[in-house]
């Protein structure tokens, strides 16, 4: 970026307070303690519950097993076991079912018992497998004019489908971008004319669909719809019930662990300016991955989290730009030794950073791959670099392009950072190829890191106390208005998504572990769909997010 030319009106270097300190108001942590109190006493899993646990585990997979590959009743029982959050019980027994369903697609997609459900679903089942399945099969939906056939409006829950359906297409997939437009019209007009629960599914569906649901959310949200459905399968909802719990008191012990890490940093009194956002911070780490054996990973994630939260601060907000071009010298060095030479309220954060990352070299020399440690450092160092040229850009009032600015707003989005230290806490299955890979920011990870930034900066603009897509966009195409950025940006958002849906698909070029890698990614990218799809959640996190936090670490199920 050239940061040289005419001085933008919110330039700092304009009003001249590029040695000031400011501060914005936010408001304090929503949780304070809470969570210190679900320690081992709370959260350990008794006894009972692991046998019951485990009966119910066998019942469901003696149902997977006893269900024929080729009933239509199979894709319904893997579509329910998915959305209910238990899938990861039995990835190999799914996977072998849904091979022999990609095996006979079309055959099975021309037969005459598939209605428009069932087609859609199989679709979607496969392509989130990560088979290439043609979007051929919804032709046969369309009358002679070319549009989705009328008798398909009264139906509900095909339209739930095909539209669940539509979220995984990829580039050039016209009939689909058709489909999305119809389900979409046909669900919103359905809204005023269906009963209670089913217009709730309607609108959930609408805000978030399966595609973007953070997994633990989507477990607690699709366990009460369960519930209301009366043909429901009572093993499988109880094991679901009781899976959660389990996992939930986990999480919450080990929120509580993080916490007393928290609070003995002291960040309140010795940063007050900065966001006090320790338990969004692990939300985010626990919508990265949920499962147990993922413990240290969550913990790791969550530290380096509200060290990016507290740098973001001192950047956008806080620092003068001589502060910022010490701190970056400093990252750059990445040595104990430099804290003397930082402005005091920077010695102790800088010294906390240092920490978390010793801790996570620690952790991966316990597996014997510390020598790998140095690929979260250097993430570490990109992001505080793409910190400090956006902050420099500021200063200078330089509005760039849209293209100049995602540059640098791709790896400020965090997914880079947070991808390698996601890697860092996977124990013995993670590899060199794996941070290589994340090193070269792949075009799937570009995708998420869109979705991330540009989400962001739409919740951002006219909060922000930095350049945003929004001004770039208007900027460079004079007399846009903020609707025709929001909607053109909108579209930047899609194509990423499709770019990672297309990414996904066999053959990928990830490496080992591919399944995880793939998962890490969409997830960021789905974490920012819950948190930014309307307001900034993260930073306002009093109201939707602290509903969230609630429903999914606070309350448990009620089981049997
Ligand atoms: C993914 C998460 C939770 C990251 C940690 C904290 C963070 C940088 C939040 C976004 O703040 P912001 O809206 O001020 O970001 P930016 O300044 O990059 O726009």
Request: contains cysteine; hydrophobic residues 40%; negative net charge.
């Amino acid at each position: 970026m050239d940061f040289h030319a005419s001085a933008a009106p919110f330039s700092r270097k304009s009003v001249g307070i590029e040695n000031v300190r400011r501060s914005v108001t936010y408001h304090p942590t929503v949780w304070g303690d809470y969570f210190l109190d679900y320690d081992s006493n709370l959260t350990d899993t008794l006894p009972h519950e692991e046998q019951k646990h485990q009966s119910l585990k066998e019942k469901v997979k003696q149902l997977l097993l006893d269900t024929p590959h080729d009933s239509l009743h199979i894709l319904d029982l893997i579509e329910a076991i998915q959305c209910l959050g238990v899938g990861y019980h039995f990835v190999t027994e799914i996977e072998k079912s849904l091979k022999y369903a990609y095996d006979t697609y079309i055959e099975s997609c021309g037969k005459q018992n598939n209605d428009f459900c069932t087609i859609a679903l199989r679709f979607r089942l496969l392509r989130q497998q990560g088979y290439y399945v043609s979007c051929d099969v919804f032709n046969k939906f369309k009358d002679h004019k070319g549009n989705f056939d009328e008798s398909l409006i009264s139906n509900v829950q095909g339209l739930l489908s095909l539209y669940e359906a539509t979220q995984l297409r990829v580039h050039g997939e016209e009939i689909l971008e058709e489909a999305l437009k119809f389900s979409t019209t046909q669900l919103n007009s359905l809204l005023l004319n269906v009963c209670n629960s089913l217009s709730t599914q309607i609108k959930e569906a609408l805000d978030i669909p399966i595609r973007k649901t953070v997994p633990r959310h989507g477990a607690k949200k699709f366990i009460s719809i369960c519930q209301e459905d009366e043909s429901h399968n009572e093993k499988l909802l109880n094991f679901a019930k009781l899976d959660f719990n389990l996992l939930q008191k986990m999480h919450q012990k080990e929120l509580s662990e993080v916490t007393t890490w928290w609070k003995a940093l002291e960040i309140e009194n010795k940063l007050p300016f900065a966001r006090d956002r320790l338990v969004e911070c692990y939300f985010w780490a626990l919508a990265t991955y949920f499962e147990p054996q993922y413990s240290i990973g969550r913990k790791m994630l969550t530290k380096v989290t509200t060290m990016i939260s507290i740098a973001d601060d001192i950047f956008d907000v806080y620092g003068t730009l001589d502060d910022l071009t010490l701190f970056t010298d400093a990252i750059e060095r990445w040595d104990f030794s430099v804290i003397d030479q930082l402005p005091t309220y920077m010695q102790h954060f800088y010294k906390a950073i240092l920490d978390v990352y010793v801790e996570i070299e620690e952790e991966m020399g316990k597996i014997e791959k510390s020598y790998l440690a140095h690929y979260v450092i250097e993430e570490k160092k990109r992001l505080i670099r793409s910190y400090f040229q956006e902050a420099k850009c500021v200063y200078s009032g330089y509005i760039p392009t849209l293209e100049e600015y995602l540059k640098v707003g791709k790896p400020s989005s965090t997914c880079l950072l947070l991808s390698a230290v996601a890697l860092a806490g996977i124990g013995e299955v993670v590899t060199k190829e794996a941070f290589e890979w994340v090193a070269s920011d792949p075009l799937i990870l570009q995708g998420s890191e869109i979705i991330g930034r540009i989400m962001n900066d739409m919740t951002g603009f006219g909060f922000e106390q930095k350049i945003t897509a929004v001004e770039c966009y208007m900027n460079q195409n004079k007399g846009a208005t903020k609707e025709e950025a929001f909607a053109e940006l909108q579209e930047l958002v899609t194509d990423a998504w499709k770019d990672i849906n297309e990414e996904c698909l066999h053959p990928t070029v990830v490496p080992t572990p591919k399944t995880l890698l793939l998962e890490i990614v969409d997830n960021y990218a789905r974490a920012t769909h819950l948190n930014y799809r309307n307001i900034d959640d993260y930073t306002n996190s009093e109201v939707n997010a602290k509903d969230v936090i609630t429903c999914v670490l606070v309350e448990p199920m009620t089981t049997p």
